[in-house]
């Protein structure tokens, strides 16, 4: 799909099978953990060339962009302790949850791509500038 949507389940799927890795093998899980945010920033790629803006505008974007940097903080922050593949494990759990709560648990409308909306000159918005009314398009009034 275009919009990225069907590419965020796979990258759930990587993450739920990096949670896995973690408990085996460490390499595994960092492998498959790696594969899913690539995979989650082709989403959001997908999603921002389609837009044409880099789509975090609504919940269903800011979720998939905070599962992206869970992902990532897992696999960037490196610790010596014996946990830390338990940590890593459930950090992953939790990005795979988050991308299922945005695709799976959320309205279709809140997942479509909506235009950016942008203040309009036509508004009727002014500014007080120096004891002068302004319109910000079109300068002083007079």
Do not use: K
């Amino acid at each position: 799909m275009a919009d990225g949507s069907a590419m965020a389940l796979v990258a759930s799927g990587l993450f739920l099978l990096a949670a896995l890795g973690y408990l085996v093998r460490r390499q595994a899980g960092d492998l498959l953990g790696a594969a899913g945010a690539a995979v989650l920033v082709g989403a959001l790629g997908a999603r921002g060339v389609r837009a044409g803006y880099w789509p975090l505008t609504n919940q269903y974007e800011f979720t998939l962009a905070f599962a992206l940097g869970t992902s990532l903080a897992a696999l960037v922050v490196a610790t010596q302790q014996e946990r830390s593949d338990r940590v890593r494990a459930v950090t992953m759990l939790l990005s795979a949850l988050l991308v299922l709560l945005a695709r799976l648990g959320m309205p279709s409308f809140r997942r479509a791509i909506r235009p950016l909306s942008l203040p309009s000159c036509e508004a009727g918005a002014v500014v007080l500038e120096d004891g002068e009314i302004r319109h910000p398009c079109h300068g002083p009034s007079r």
